[in-house]
């Protein structure tokens, strides 16, 4: 924790670093998702969006929330009992809810409806 | 009382408490959006229609993404002047946080009422249009759209949003199970729109019906209910009484060696109804105008039939259903879902696009909306050429059209945005869009601000900004049509929960900022150190409403 005043104006410098980094990273995250209009075949993957894209949007957005966490709530200089709590709770709040609709993805909830006759289509 | 461990850390866990409250806090809310998000995957996955990809406009969540990284710097700013004891600045920067907070809110609330005021039709054919829908008036209780419409609003006439369905009405069955203070808003409508035709709802009897005699009448039904139910159990009690007596009876005289048992009496037990003092049950109440009026109900407000209608409450309109339309201004044309079903049945969307009702139906526009398409058709294929000859793009076919492989995106091929049918329509030069030629059409606004820039502001703000193509879709093609809220479908659904609930999150930590940046100059002055880790406690907060957004905004924005 900064706490001295000297610290202190150091991490102020850090934090404008920062924030410098983050609006850079959301226009980065913008112009990636609008390179199909401007040069489609620089375009990861299919033109348009796609997995690629997701991933690299992603993988900006991660970053951004880790300098977040990181820098802004002093994760970088803080007790340990808090990484267990923060983690955990990413753990169970991603990984653990994200696995569930996972598993429901490779073991299908399968619903064909009402309907014990024909199959009803559309017009 | 003093708090404890407030400035000072606790030996055992090293922090002061509130830090270590926040941030268990902060571990259920992240569980709490991961939850969420894992929802919107679970969503996406499974939808069974065209997920809106890149549906909202980018540049209003590119500002808040801005206005909140800003105000998180700010946050963290405060913070550090409490440290270095300066208490204006740390309030300056505090005002700006809830500055950028504001503006955060102030983009979300556009932002969410345009969705609400967009209106979105899917017809049977599965072609979507969007737009705005245009206002329909009363002429004699009929519902009239277009430029009769318009003429009747200059004279005085109500606005009337042009979604109704329309009944000529010559009897309505009140049924008499619901309580009436339910209902009153439904019953009110009907009689409020006979009064204005001078029609008067009689029934049979000749009484006038009001919402006092309906209840009367449910009251009676209840009090008739009570009185014959109590009548059915006397005679009942009665009947057993005889089947009893007759039994004794028949042991006295040898008939019988011993008593019967119950159920072997209850076949003899027998009430003649007729017999009983039965009250008349009546459920419903029909009455008949005086002459037949016109009544209109919202879609959602009834179901339709040619000859009758049955609304929410059970009541049944009868007469003939009158030809209604959704009268609107279309600014986009979406084929996505056709193609998306054409593609499950097997058939060629072009070919499905080309029979709808829209472009080869039998309404004023279609030649219109098929010169659109047509010209959209061309446009494609001639990115589809740059994508092959300038980009070289050989790879991931989206569909095919005519045998050509097309890799635009299907949203890009099978979906005309605003842009496109404003430039297709100057292409046309399409000047009756079934208006009057004092609504002022986009080219006419863009010739004015050649002008001079004063006629343009007076024509850009006075009259309608731009006439987008016109359309008067009949009831009977309507098969679902809503704002775009959640009703619309699952994308909407969750964007508004997910956005709904980190707006309310910017909503508690304003106030909880303002309070720690003006309002506790006691608590600075008791001991600034506890004012400044109650402000470290609030900006992590703070710090953590930025990061759910950081994830907010390439998901629902650019995905």
């Known amino acids: ?123 | 009382m003093e708090l404890p461990y407030i400035v000072e850390p606790r030996k055992d866990t090293g922090l002061f408490n509130s830090k270590l409250a926040i941030w268990l806090f902060l571990a259920s809310e992240v569980m709490l959006f991961g939850g969420l998000f894992s929802g919107y995957v679970f969503l996406r996955i499974y939808a069974d229609f065209p997920w809106p990809e890149r549906a909202i406009p980018v540049l209003p969540g590119l500002i808040n993404t801005v206005m909140l990284i800003l105000s998180s710097v700010t946050v963290v700013f405060a913070w550090s002047e409490l440290k270095l004891r300066n208490y204006r600045k740390f309030q300056v920067y505090m005002g700006f946080t809830l500055f950028f907070a504001a503006a955060f809110l102030g983009f979300k609330y556009v932002e969410y009422t345009t969705k609400f005021s967009h209106q979105a039709v899917k017809m049977s054919d599965n072609v979507v249009v969007e737009g705005h829908v245009d206002y329909a008036a009363l002429d004699h209780g009929k519902l009239v759209y277009g430029k009769d419409a318009k003429k009747l609003h200059k004279e005085g006439a109500e606005k009337i949003k042009a979604k109704k369905i329309e009944y000529k009405v010559e009897e309505v069955t009140f049924p008499l199970r619901f309580r009436m203070e339910s209902r009153k808003k439904i019953i009110n409508k009907i009689l409020k729109q006979a009064k204005a035709q001078d029609a008067k709802l009689v029934d049979e009897s000749g009484t006038e019906i009001t919402i006092d005699y309906l209840k009367e009448a449910r009251k009676a039904l209840y009090d008739a209910k009570k009185k014959n139910a109590i009548a059915r159990r006397d005679g009942l009690r009665d009947a057993w009484k005889v089947a009893k007596a007759e039994d004794a009876q028949r042991i006295e005289d040898g008939k019988q060696a011993e008593k019967s048992k119950g159920w072997q009496l209850a076949p003899q037990v027998k009430i003649d109804e007729s017999v009983l003092d039965l009250a008349n049950e009546t459920a419903s109440i029909t009455a008949k105008f005086t002459k037949p009026v016109y009544l209109h109900f919202g879609r959602n407000d009834i179901r339709e039939s040619e000859e009758f209608g049955i609304l929410r409450d059970g009541t049944v309109v009868k007469g003939k259903q009158q030809k209604s339309y959704m009268d609107m201004h279309i600014d986009a044309v979406d084929f996505q879902y056709l193609a998306f079903d054409a593609k499950q049945k097997g058939s060629d969307p072009f070919e499905a696009i080309e029979k709808s009702w829209l472009l080869s139906g039998d309404h004023k526009y279609a030649k219109h909306f098929k010169e659109y398409w047509d010209k959209h058709l061309e446009v494609v294929l001639h990115h589809n050429h740059g994508l092959q000859d300038r980009f070289k793009v050989e790879q991931n076919v989206t569909t095919t059209y005519k045998g050509e492989k097309l890799y635009l995106p299907l949203r890009e091929i099978f979906r005309i945005n605003w842009q496109s049918l404003i430039a297709y329509d100057e292409h046309y030069g399409h000047e009756d869009h079934g208006y009057n030629k004092d609504y002022s059409t986009f080219n006419e606004v863009e010739k004015s601000r050649k002008k001079n820039v004063e006629t343009f502001i007076r024509e850009y703000f006075q009259a309608p900004k731009r006439v987008f193509p016109h359309l008067k879709i009949p009831s009977k093609e309507v098969h679902f049509e809503s704002s775009l809220t959640p009703k619309w479908n699952n994308f909407y659904a969750i964007y508004f929960t997910i956005t709904g609930l980190h707006g309310l999150h910017i909503i508690g930590g304003m106030v909880v900022l303002w309070w720690f940046g003006f309002n506790s100059r006691k608590i600075y002055d008791k001991d600034p150190e506890w004012l400044a880790n109650r402000v470290e406690v609030g900006g992590l907060f703070w710090h953590f409403v930025d990061l759910v957004w950081i994830f907010v905004f390439p998901i629902f924005y650019l995905m």
């Open chain 1, 1 to 123: 924790m900064a706490d001295g005043p000297e610290a202190i104006k150091a991490a102020r410098n850090t934090y404008l670093k920062v924030l410098f980094g983050l609006l850079g990273l959301s226009l980065v995250t913008v112009l990636v998702a609008w390179i199909p209009f401007w040069h489609p075949s620089w375009d990861p993957g299919k033109v348009g969006f796609d997995q690629v894209d997701m991933i690299i949007g992603l993988a900006i957005a991660t970053f951004k929330a880790f300098l977040v966490g990181y820098i802004f709530m002093h994760l970088n200089h803080e007790k340990k009992s808090i990484y267990w709590i923060f983690f955990g709770s990413m753990v169970m709040g991603f990984v653990g809810l994200m696995g569930i609709t996972a598993l429901a993805f490779w073991d299908p909830i399968v619903f064909d409806g009402f309907n014990l006759g024909e199959p009803i289509l559309k017009k």
